[in-house]
């Protein structure tokens, strides 16, 4: 049985620390609807309350979504982990350094690729790949896994090329209809019913400055993002769908695709993704990463992603338990690391259900 009481006083606390003005949380326990409420508000300049069905940018939790059409992708034989981007991007032949990463690098980040670049800063036409290769894309760390918004650019650039189509329409045949799923979309077209995030992209601008990235044509820091990706490569290049972030969603809607997971890639009578891929995504496959997935002390078992505008998917298979949690962190005076939030709210739920 799970103690509301101790959920809701975890969300008063650090609503009243200002780490967000705002969340929703919905908790599936073997399929079925546990714990599903609504805290604080939206938007905080037009006074907006959140409710149950408050659609929220994904920001990185996207990546999960983009990691779930690869997968089906595969259990198609439309690639295979082993798959170099030479063989199912073309535009990545010519260069020495994306040419042989295979898709399983992409999904576990263990590729090589530097964590970030600002493609926005360039020439207004400059196509991806033109930029790719005029830049130095391998990182300095030692380690194996460095987490890198390029990975999943580029699987996006992979299910692009594969399907001959767009990203928004990508996702609306093969996920948004194949689940019954209601919301999940790049580039809603409404804003009523959507919680707002970073006023302006402040943290963005700070990171090209420190990067010596020329970029003049920020969206305006008096008045918050609303509607429209926070993530400025999305937002500024991409035209507001991209495999890294992009992604906008209502919280069932989110712990629907991590059910997927739990079901073991069946959903209803149809099967989605190989039972056998579901169990190898859920695995470590390098450091701390399975195939989209993370294994990190915010989740106390299971794996699960977390997402920049504070949002988060933790899936637990032995409990057979999804949960979806979306804040609103960035839409507060002074944005904070909201981990430690993370970390005591699922270690409450965990304690409940174990």
């Not at 940018?57 to 999960?64: E, P, Q, R």
């Not at 450091?287 to 949002?311: A, I, M």
Request: net charge negative.
């Amino acid at each position: 049985m799970i103690e509301y009481e101790n959920i809701e006083r975890i969300f008063r606390k650090y609503m009243d620390d200002d780490y967000f003005s705002g969340c929703v949380c919905y908790i599936s326990v073997n399929g079925k609807k546990a714990y599903h409420k609504a805290f604080g508000l939206s938007n905080q300049v037009e006074g907006t309350q959140c409710n149950l069905d408050t659609v929220f940018d994904l920001a990185s939790v996207t990546k999960i979504v983009t990691s779930t059409v690869i997968l089906k992708m595969i259990s198609e034989n439309a690639l295979s982990l082993t798959t170099k981007l030479e063989k199912c991007l073309p535009q990545s032949v010519q260069n020495s350094v994306l040419a042989p990463i295979t898709i399983k690098q992409l999904l576990t980040h263990s590729s090589g690729l530097k964590a970030w670049h600002s493609f926005y800063a360039y020439t207004k036409g400059d196509s991806l790949f033109a930029i790719l290769n005029s830049i130095d894309l391998t990182h300095k760390e030692g380690r194996k896994v460095v987490y890198s918004d390029l990975n999943f650019i580029l699987l996006g650039e992979v299910i692009k090329y594969y399907y001959q189509s767009s990203l928004q329409h990508v996702i609306q045949n093969q996920l948004v209809e194949s689940l019954d799923l209601e919301t999940l979309t790049y580039n809603p077209h409404s804003k009523s019913n959507i919680a707002a995030t970073e006023f302006g992209n402040r943290i963005e601008q700070k990171m090209c400055s420190d990067r010596n990235f020329h970029f003049t044509n920020w969206r305006n820091q008096n008045v918050p993002i609303l509607g429209e990706v926070n993530d400025g490569n999305t937002y500024y290049f991409f035209g507001g769908e991209s495999g890294h972030a992009g992604l906008f969603s209502n919280v069932k809607d989110l712990v629907s695709i991590g059910e997927l997971y739990l079901k073991g890639g069946i959903y209803g009578e149809q099967k989605v993704i190989s039972n056998a891929l579901i169990k190898e995504s859920l695995k470590k496959q390098v450091d701390n990463r399975g195939l989209g997935w993370e294994t990190s002390d915010v989740y106390p078992e299971g794996v699960g992603h977390t997402g920049f505008t504070g949002t988060a998917l933790w899936i637990e298979p032995e409990r057979n338990v999804a949960v979806g949690l979306l804040t609103n962190r960035l839409h507060v005076d002074q944005p904070k690391n909201i981990n430690p939030f993370r970390k005591e709210l699922f270690e409450e739920i965990f304690k409940n259900i174990s």
